[in-house]
């Protein structure tokens, strides 16, 4: 059996407004409230409502069969409340459906991880909360932020947190000869990992509506001839797991509804059930069905899902981007030494990986996909408002 894992990815961030060194210990306001409302509501209109109901209209056609699976941030699900609830409830009737795994991630879908063990683990314990909380979901699987992972990741989620399974991209450099379609261990076995299989999820991501691709259009027909071909290769009778990881925003944002991406994905569940050797599970579900001997992977140095190097030079290539987050981190660390719980939401805030992406210049000037996600003119003005912000919040703490 094929199962088909579909797992999203639901955030947005704080954006910053263009806050210049002239504000400095005089105005605190380091938010773009106008541009993050604006955000919050187009994207509301064009992927999350529409695409919630679409997938409640898909799980109840299926009755049972169809399952999917969301990570959706702390700072995205605060804003869902201030500017659009019925969003958050739209999310809340998927969960009562019983079809729908929540995954647990950082609260501020942050960097910590790499640099500040404490936080980190802080932020895992708000989002299980937050979780917990709204949709009334006990978290088991993580992913953390744009799905990076090495093998210290697992000993502190398995250790300290209880999850049983992680999230992570299926880098060719740590699979070698290996399939991301089997489940597999971490280095020290007693974590379950599942990784993304990057070329069918990136083709409904990012080359669904690209005319100069060589599959273009991609059909529902096509797509599902692809992984049938996949579960061919497996003769033993193992359960294989066809993991297509994405951002959620994928339907109706970067893929306009224009595109066709809608009528896609609802055609897809009815004809992967046609074959009775594909069916669709979610994650927590892996660790059950996965009825062979585990292979287990040791990821010594990191891994993300960005870009095609898929490691962490998306936000920490460049001297910016560096002196940011180190600067970030040792500025959080006096915020909480000096128990200035006052400054803390804040910064955390500050602590959301966009911000640091938005630094990079990788491909800048090509206007790739680091320029699209930006709402600033270059990653120096995003660094120059990044560093005025922090420069403000330690006049305060000293004050």
């Known amino acids: 059996m094929l199962n088909l894992v579909f797992y999203f990815q639901v955030h947005q961030p704080y954006r910053l407004r263009h806050y210049n060194a002239m504000e400095i210990n005089k105005n605190h306001d380091y938010f773009d409230h106008r541009l993050n409302e604006e955000v919050i509501n187009k994207v509301a209109d064009k992927c999350y409502i529409p695409t919630n109901a679409l997938m409640l209209k898909l799980i109840q056609q299926c009755k049972g069969d169809f399952k999917i699976a969301y990570s959706i941030t702390g700072t995205v699900i605060e804003q869902f409340k201030k500017y659009r609830p019925e969003v958050l409830d739209s999310f809340k009737r998927l969960a009562d459906t019983g079809n729908v795994e929540f995954i647990g991630e950082t609260y501020y879908h942050s960097l910590a991880l790499m640099y500040d063990t404490n936080e980190f683990l802080e932020q895992v314990d708000m989002h299980r909360e937050l979780i917990r909380r709204e949709f009334g979901y006990d978290t088991t699987t993580f992913r953390n932020t744009e799905l990076i992972y090495q093998d210290k990741l697992s000993d502190l989620i398995r250790d300290?947190?209880?999850?049983?399974?992680?999230?992570?991209?299926?880098?060719?450099?740590?699979?070698?000869?290996?399939?991301?379609?089997?489940?597999?261990?971490?280095?020290?076995?007693?974590?379950?990992?599942?990784?993304?299989?990057?070329?069918?999820?990136?083709?409904?991501?990012?080359?669904?509506?690209?005319r100069g691709w060589a599959e273009y259009p991609l059909t529902v027909e096509k797509f599902v001839n692809w992984v049938e071909q996949l579960s061919l290769a497996e003769t033993k009778e193992r359960n294989l797991f066809l993991n297509l990881f994405m951002d959620y925003e994928t339907f109706g944002e970067h893929q306009w509804e224009e595109t066709g991406i809608f009528k896609f994905m609802e055609k897809l569940p009815e004809h992967i059930l046609k074959n009775p050797y594909l069916s669709f599970a979610t994650p927590s579900e892996a660790h059950k069905l996965a009825?062979?001997?585990?292979?287990?992977?040791?990821?010594?140095?990191?891994?993300?899902?960005?870009?095609?190097?898929?490691?962490?030079?998306?936000?920490?290539?460049?001297?910016?981007?560096n002196n940011a987050i180190e600067a970030f981190y040792e500025l959080l660390g006096k915020i909480k030494a000096k128990n200035r719980l006052d400054l803390l939401e804040e910064a955390r805030k500050l602590s959301t990986s966009d911000h640091f992406y938005y630094m990079s210049t990788k491909y800048f000037q090509d206007g790739d996909v680091h320029k699209y996600f930006s709402p600033y003119d270059s990653p120096e003005q995003a660094y120059i408002y990044y560093i005025n912000s922090l420069a403000d919040m330690e006049e305060r703490l000293n004050d």
């Open 160 to 210: 300290t947190e209880g999850f049983n399974t992680i999230l992570t991209e299926g880098a060719d450099r740590i699979l070698d000869w290996r399939s991301p379609l089997f489940a597999y261990k971490n280095y020290s076995g007693n974590v379950n990992l599942l990784l993304k299989y990057y070329k069918l999820s990136d083709d409904i991501a990012f080359r669904f509506s690209n």
């Open 291 to 321: 009825n062979y001997q585990q292979e287990t992977l040791a990821f010594p140095e990191p891994v993300s899902w960005a870009d095609e190097e898929r490691d962490l030079s998306a936000w920490l290539e460049n001297d910016m981007q």
